[in-house]
């Protein structure tokens, strides 16, 4: 009976292990195959010819290092100014008592649920009216507004419960604030710094729907973007497409397998006291 319960255990455990993993497993077949063998409607298949010239196109015709550069920028940019507002909003949300401290966490919070695709018009009139429209700001600002409330919701739930003790100790030594908050809240709080950081890339990194309307010009897209190198008015390469889209998620793979644990870590630290 232990071994029919533990079988059932693991049969559903399997289940959402293998829907997570057939569509990746799926892109990459995709992506080795001819437009002949994808429009065959075969999808379980294996491709006859690995056609692994897809991707040194995908590289070359599909300018990958530019719209890479590009992501990378953006996403990089966006993911410091997170950390550096949410880490001091945090730290007085949780660490300072004072009148409005909830009122502004609430605030926070309730941008958590604002959806994206609601703010597009207003965003495009305001950044048209301040002349940053079509530039990598119009994609930072938005990003790093839409971010910041998770990050503050994490780092507050870590920070509240590190010991007052310690902040006690160095205003003895004659600390302030801000050497307090560089010198000890920071370092302590890497793991859930870590979480957000992932988070964020995650989230940054394949978004399309702003950068699609706020980016016109070529010199300035983001990754996203490099599949319509592909697509013309006649044609499609499908399989240079799926190589460029495994090229495009192969960083956010390797950076959420490597670095999940800390992920966990970060969004069960502060939850239990003790």
């Given at each position: 009976?232990?071994?029919?319960?533990?079988?059932?255990?693991?049969?559903?455990?399997?289940?959402?292990?293998?829907?997570?993993?057939?569509?990746?497993?799926?892109?990459?077949?995709?992506?080795?195959?001819?437009?002949?063998?994808?429009?065959?409607?075969?999808?379980?298949?294996?491709?006859?010819?690995?056609?692994?010239?897809?991707?040194?196109?995908?590289?070359?015709?599909?300018s990958y290092l530019k719209y890479l550069s590009n992501s990378v920028f953006v996403t990089g940019?966006?993911?410091?100014?997170?950390?550096?507002?949410?880490?001091?909003?945090?730290?007085?949300?949780?660490?300072?008592?004072?009148?409005?401290?909830?009122?502004?966490?609430?605030?926070?919070?309730?941008?958590?649920?604002?959806?994206?695709?609601?703010?597009?018009?207003?965003?495009?009139?305001?950044?048209?009216?301040?002349?940053?429209?079509?530039?990598?700001?119009?994609?930072?600002?938005?990003?790093?507004?839409?971010?910041?409330?998770?990050?503050?919701?994490?780092?507050?739930?870590?920070?509240?419960?590190?010991?007052?003790?310690?902040?006690?100790?160095?205003?003895?030594?004659?600390?302030?604030?801000?050497?307090?908050?560089?010198?000890?809240?920071?370092?302590?709080?890497?793991?859930?710094?870590?979480?957000?950081?992932?988070?964020?890339?995650?989230?940054?990194?394949?978004?399309?729907?702003?950068?699609?309307?706020?980016?016109?010009?070529?010199?300035?897209?983001?990754?996203?973007?490099?599949?319509?190198?592909?697509?013309?008015?006649?044609?499609?390469?499908?399989?240079?497409?799926?190589?460029?889209?495994?090229?495009?998620?192969?960083?956010?793979?390797?950076?959420?397998?490597?670095?999940?644990?800390?992920?966990?870590?970060?969004?069960?630290?502060?939850?239990?006291?003790?």
């Amino acid at each position: 009976m232990r071994k029919f319960k533990k079988g059932i255990v693991y049969l559903l455990f399997a289940i959402p292990v293998v829907t997570q993993l057939y569509p990746l497993l799926w892109l990459l077949l995709y992506s080795l195959k001819t437009n002949e063998e994808i429009m065959d409607g075969s999808f379980f298949s294996f491709p006859k010819t690995f056609q692994w010239h897809n991707y040194s196109e995908a590289y070359t015709s599909g300018s990958y290092l530019k719209y890479l550069s590009n992501s990378v920028f953006v996403t990089g940019i966006t993911m410091i100014c997170v950390i550096v507002l949410a880490s001091m909003v945090a730290y007085a949300i949780s660490r300072f008592r004072w009148k409005y401290g909830n009122v502004v966490m609430t605030i926070f919070l309730m941008g958590m649920m604002i959806p994206m695709q609601a703010t597009l018009l207003p965003l495009m009139i305001i950044f048209k009216n301040i002349h940053v429209l079509n530039t990598h700001l119009s994609l930072i600002l938005p990003y790093v507004a839409f971010s910041t409330p998770i990050a503050v919701f994490i780092l507050s739930g870590f920070m509240r419960d590190i010991p007052h003790e310690i902040e006690e100790s160095a205003f003895i030594d004659g600390a302030s604030v801000y050497r307090i908050f560089r010198s000890i809240i920071l370092p302590v709080s890497i793991p859930p710094v870590m979480t957000v950081c992932i988070l964020t890339f995650i989230n940054i990194w394949n978004e399309y729907i702003l950068a699609a309307t706020f980016i016109s010009s070529e010199k300035l897209k983001t990754l996203p973007f490099g599949v319509y190198t592909f697509v013309s008015q006649y044609s499609v390469n499908y399989g240079n497409i799926g190589a460029f889209l495994v090229m495009g998620a192969l960083p956010v793979i390797l950076i959420y397998f490597f670095l999940s644990n800390k992920i966990t870590k970060g969004m069960v630290a502060g939850a239990v006291k003790g």
